[in-house]
């Protein structure tokens, strides 16, 4: 039923982001929604001097981020503020060269719908279903926001990335531009655990009584075992 519309909305990567414009705020799924096609693409534009000067906001930023739209070498490009400093830009903030947003996890979807704004946002989906949903699959911490802000709304469908149902899924009908890219999902990346990690773990076991609910962060403390 809905894929003539589909089709009529499937493009490449290169001409799906020409509708990006000079000072926009951009927002990209997080870790491993991150849209590498589209991502490779608005870089492409902004090193070939298309695209002057743009905005964006990250969470966590991994690989596709990072050597696309925060590589060094667009710094002069892109104005970049980030709503948690980790490995991805810690170096960058350091240096002045993106600006951290102090907030609680919680708070990010009312951030970029009532103060940071969002002009566009690209993300990678699960496919089509037969309803015409796609599921934003393993990252909607604040996607479906940036995707009901945004002035424009792009998807990069993979089928590796699984579907998730809840209060997860976006109509075909809501989307702007649909490009595919069926490549591997990468894992995230957990590092090497340190061996100060086991002592920590081991104290910690002891504060927790039988039967509590225990909530864990990430990074390498969240590795521990008691």
């Not at 993106?98 to 907030?103: F, G, H, K, L, Q």
């Amino acid at each position: 039923m809905y894929k003539k519309e589909y089709q009529g909305k499937l493009t490449t990567p290169a001409q799906a982001v020409k509708s990006i414009q000079k000072g926009d705020m951009l927002v990209n799924g997080l870790t491993m929604a991150e849209p590498p096609a589209l991502l490779k693409a608005v870089a492409d534009r902004l090193r070939e001097g298309d695209l002057e000067k743009i905005r964006m906001f990250s969470v966590i930023p991994l690989e596709s981020v990072c050597s696309t739209i925060l590589a060094p070498d667009l710094v002069d490009c892109v104005e970049a503020y980030s709503g948690f400093v980790d490995s991805g830009t810690r170096g960058l903030v350091s240096a002045g060269l993106n600006y951290y947003v102090p907030n609680h996890p919680h708070q990010i979807p009312r951030l970029l719908e009532e103060f940071i704004g969002v002009d566009v946002c690209i993300t990678t989906v699960s496919p089509m279903d037969y309803g015409g949903y796609f599921s934003f699959s393993t990252a909607n911490d604040f996607t479906s926001t940036a995707t009901w802000a945004a002035r424009i709304l792009m998807v990069e469908v993979n089928r590796n990335m699984p579907r998730v149902f809840g209060d997860s899924l976006i109509h075909i009908s809501e989307v702007d531009a649909v490009v595919e890219n069926h490549q591997t999902i990468s894992d995230f990346p957990c590092g090497e655990k340190q061996p100060e990690a086991d002592i920590i773990g081991k104290n910690i076991s002891k504060l927790i009584p039988d039967g509590a609910t225990i909530q864990m962060g990430i990074g390498g403390a969240a590795q521990c075992r008691g």
